[in-house]
């Protein structure tokens, strides 16, 4: 009788009831052949053949023949979804260094795919690739998708807390035990028009100014560049293939969500506005000498209740783009009545990426993109 999968006893050190596992085994238990795989995310090989990468919501997809499959890690710091054929089987929790096995499938070819769910902007994990089972075999890897998107933003992008039914995470497991970015509105939308994606976000940043003034030495421009956040000057050197036809850029809920500080280098929010309106001005020239005159760059805004200086100024900016001959930067604002930012710290909850989502479905659909 078939199984539908499970993961292997002799590597599940706990689980919960909500499917929470942590696997342990030594990568030297790994049986099988080894091979490539495909992903998008900006990660960097080491010298054992591994990748790392910080970013949130990098993934990991493979084809296989066989029973079962390994997944090799070295990572004590995320979580990670495992998906078998398009189904979730297992999260694995700050795994550490460990080869995780799913098997009990039927012995015929599957797809897997791993994809991280959390932040990680002090720590790299590391990927090892994905291990046949005895008798099985890694098949070469699917191919790319023609469709792709970068996300560019903040906590909103990176899915912060969205699991969570509760604002106050503090006895629920924390907001790592809460957060998928599989499941924010990015990678939603991006596997509904059957797009690769990156996101690239990192939460509490912002355009010039972090959540409530911290960290006055680096904002999100700081890091962009990188595919390493915790390696200071990292770069990530682009292999060719990441040439995304739209970019969602989602910065400036931290600019503007709390008030300026004694002390701030702004010493008004008329002077804030203007440091955001030039530096904003400044990363679109980045992004459109990078992805060329063909990309579609998406600057988004939402209602943010202590201002209105964000979606007012993000207008303006794409106005002012537009005055000057580019018609492909394009103004999306989203709000809906149905937002209840049930997620940790107030954030939106799943409910609400998906209304999100959905949202910016309708907005792309109102793009001429020829992809």
Not at 162 to 178: K, L
Not at 303 to 322: G, K, M, P, W
Request: a neutral charge; proline letters at 5%; glycine letters at 12%.
């Amino acid at each position: 009788m078939h199984t539908p999968g499970r993961l292997s006893r002799r590597t599940l050190l706990t689980a919960t009831a909500a499917g929470l596992v942590a696997a342990v085994a030594s990568p030297s238990q790994a049986a099988g052949t080894r091979t490539r795989y495909h992903t998008v995310g900006r990660v960097k090989s080491d010298a054992q053949g591994w990748v790392r990468y910080t970013w949130p919501g990098i993934y990991f997809e493979g084809r296989f023949r066989g029973s079962g499959v390994g997944i090799m890690l070295d990572d004590s710091d995320n979580d990670y979804d495992v998906q078998i054929d398009g189904t979730t089987l297992a999260t694995l929790v700050t795994p550490g260094r460990t080869v995780s096995w799913v098997d009990g499938l039927s012995d015929t070819e599957h797809g897997v795919r791993l994809v991280k769910r959390t932040e990680s902007p002090w720590a790299a994990g590391r990927f090892g690739g994905f291990v046949a089972a005895p008798g099985g075999a890694i098949l070469p890897g699917p191919r790319a998708r023609s469709r792709q998107i970068e996300f560019i933003g903040d906590s909103f992008t990176a899915g912060y807390g969205n699991v969570s039914g509760t604002r106050d995470c503090s006895g629920n497991g924390g907001v790592n035990r809460n957060s998928d970015a599989d499941l924010a509105f990015g990678a939603l939308t991006a596997r509904r028009l059957g797009a690769d994606y990156q996101i690239n976000a990192f939460s509490g940043r912002g355009m010039v100014r972090n959540y409530n003034g911290s960290s006055p030495e680096a904002d999100f421009r700081t890091y962009y560049d990188r595919a390493l956040l915790n390696v200071d000057g990292d770069i990530w050197r682009n292999p060719g293939s990441w040439r995304p036809q739209v970019v969602v850029v989602g910065l400036g809920i931290n600019d503007f969500s709390t008030p300026l500080n004694p002390g701030e280098r702004w010493k008004t929010e008329d002077e804030l506005v203007a440091a955001y309106e030039t530096a904003y001005q400044g990363f679109l020239d980045k992004l459109r000498a990078r992805y060329g005159p063909k990309a579609f760059i998406v600057v988004s805004a939402t209602r943010v209740d202590t201002t209105s200086a964000f979606s007012l100024t993000t207008l303006r900016i794409v106005q002012e783009r537009n005055r000057q001959g580019d018609d492909r930067v394009r103004h999306w604002y989203y709000d809906a009545p149905g937002l209840d930012y049930l997620g940790c710290d107030w954030h939106p909850s799943l409910n609400d990426h998906r209304i999100i989502s959905g949202l910016l479905d309708d907005f792309l659909a109102g793009l001429p993109l020829r992809w």
